[in-house]
């Protein structure tokens, strides 16, 4: 597998985030007296936009209602990233093996420009990468729109892409964009539900993706 351009998911695949969302939306729908669901089928919406994870969960919402648990769980999210969420094991050292290594990188969330911007301004993550796309800004998975306008954006062929994710909306994106990808089976989807996506791997770790794409894992150099 040889790339110019990697697209990272980034809730369950780069930042430990998927247990945070889970509690989270939980205590919102709490706020709002609907009724409880098991975390399981919360993890199962983690990668769609805010609203159509909403509505998937909670059908019977009108818009307004829709609307106020967006706010209720964005008012719980922002007070617990005061803390902010973990990286998983090797992700910094990915990033910059891969900027080393010439390649571009890309983000494809279901996060708000917002709520990757926040993220950004505290980590400073965001210098690692050339470009990335929100669900409130473009289609939210599993529509190919994120990952076409990047490669429009980026220059670069379906063919020279790879996506990386937790969730079968990752997966299916990718594929309908007609772009490979790389599965984790250490996110908010199990393996049973990523397998049918056709992923070209699934990796346990992210250090795993170098070999996968033919890159060294060496020391980054000072230069770098």
């Known amino acids: 597998m040889n790339y110019d351009l990697i697209i990272f998911d980034w809730d369950g695949t780069v930042m430990d985030s998927t247990g945070r969302i889970v509690s989270c939306m939980q205590l919102a729908a709490s706020d709002l007296a609907l009724p409880s669901l098991h975390d399981d089928a919360v993890r199962g919406i983690i990668g769609l936009g805010l609203p159509e994870a909403i509505a998937t969960l909670y059908p019977h919402l009108d818009g307004q209602g829709i609307e106020r648990m967006r706010d209720r769980y964005a008012q719980h999210f922002i007070a617990a990233e005061q803390t902010p969420s973990a990286l998983y094991p090797g992700a910094l050292a990915l990033l910059g093996r891969l900027r080393q290594a010439g390649l571009k990188l890309a983000v494809a969330t279901g996060k708000s420009r917002k709520g990757l911007q926040r993220v950004w301004n505290n980590t400073d993550l ?24 990047l490669l429009e954006e980026l220059a670069v062929a379906p063919e020279r892409a790879l996506v990386v994710g937790d969730t079968s909306f990752d997966l299916d994106m990718a594929r309908a964009a007609g772009v490979d990808r790389v599965a984790v089976s250490y996110g908010a989807h199990p ?23 033919g890159v060294a894992d060496q020391p980054i150099t000072e230069s770098a």
């Open 191 to 213: 393996l049973e539900r990523l397998a049918p996506s056709e992923p070209r791997a699934i990796i346990d770790e992210l250090m795993q993706l170098l070999p996968l794409i």
């Open 126 to 149: 965001g210098s690692y990468f050339h470009a990335s796309r929100c669900a409130d800004e473009s289609q939210s998975k599993p529509h190919p729109a994120m990952v076409l306008e």
